[in-house]
């Protein structure tokens, strides 16, 4: 099957800084990626919608100045988080869909630690 | 926007016995509706998904259901084993494929 992945897996950082998360196609390529964020506990929460080529979508509620999105490739999207603080801190998952069917394949996903 | 309401927040059962997770949606434009397992610190699992032509599909001991008119379907796990225990999220996706998930059922199957 398709595989999507991460990187990194984990980063702790200091408040204050900037941290980059790659999502990566492996064996397919897509033109749309999707960024959710977990709390502890919680659902997945859809951030935004990132096209290659194009500025990305970003859901209500979510700063677009905070969480910058570059999908600069076909295979490529990455998830910025500017001047981080504590309640950042959480789990990342990148997903990509089916180039033809409903299904998304999922990344491992990033555990974001902000100190 | 869509909306997915998820009940049981937690579910406890016996091993051996059936488990079901039910799922409301609000935008009747939703057509594709996946089920996903979940483990701690892991990535979601597609289990099953049904599309909207469909009313039922069946992958062994699981189910998944679809009542079009209500707006509504569940996960059905039967003869459940210690392995099944994670946390459960049902979803709905339109058009556009964005995705929006229920809030999550923790499932605890007990020996």
């Known amino acids: 099957g398709a595989v999507v992945s991460q990187h990194p897996s984990w980063v702790i950082c200091k408040s204050g800084t900037s941290v980059k998360i790659e999502c990566r196609s492996l064996d397919f390529q897509a033109t749309t990626m999707f960024w959710y964020r977990q709390f502890p506990k919680q659902s997945l929460m859809l951030m935004a919608t990132?096209?290659?080529?194009?500025?990305?979508?970003?859901e209500q509620g979510v700063e677009k100045d905070k969480f910058l999105i570059n999908h600069a490739s076909l295979t490529l999207s990455t998830l910025t988080v500017t001047s981080a603080h504590p309640e950042d801190s959480s789990f990342y998952i990148c997903?990509?869909?089916?180039?033809?069917?409903?299904?998304?394949?999922f990344g491992p996903g990033t555990r974001l630690t902000v100190t | 926007g869509e909306n997915v309401e998820q009940h049981p927040s937690t579910l406890s059962v016996q091993e051996g016995d059936s488990a079901v997770i039910k799922c409301t949606y609000s935008?009747?434009?939703?057509?594709?509706f996946p089920w996903y397992k979940q483990e701690l610190g892991k990535r979601p699992q597609l289990i099953i998904d049904?599309?909207?032509?469909?009313g039922e599909k069946k992958d062994q001991r699981i189910a998944v259901t679809l009542n079009k008119t209500a707006k509504h379907f569940s996960l059905h796990i039967t003869e459940t084993q210690p392995e099944d225990s994670a946390v459960y999220f049902c979803?709905?996706?339109?058009?556009?494929?964005?995705?929006?998930f229920g809030q999550g059922t923790r499932l605890t199957i007990n020996p």
């Open positions: 990132s096209n290659e080529g194009s500025k990305a979508t970003y």
């Open positions: 997903s990509a869909p089916a180039v033809s069917r409903y299904e998304q394949y």
């Open positions: 935008d009747s434009a939703s057509n594709y």
């Open positions: 049904i599309r909207s032509n469909v």
């Open positions: 979803a709905a996706i339109q058009g556009a494929q964005k995705l929006v």
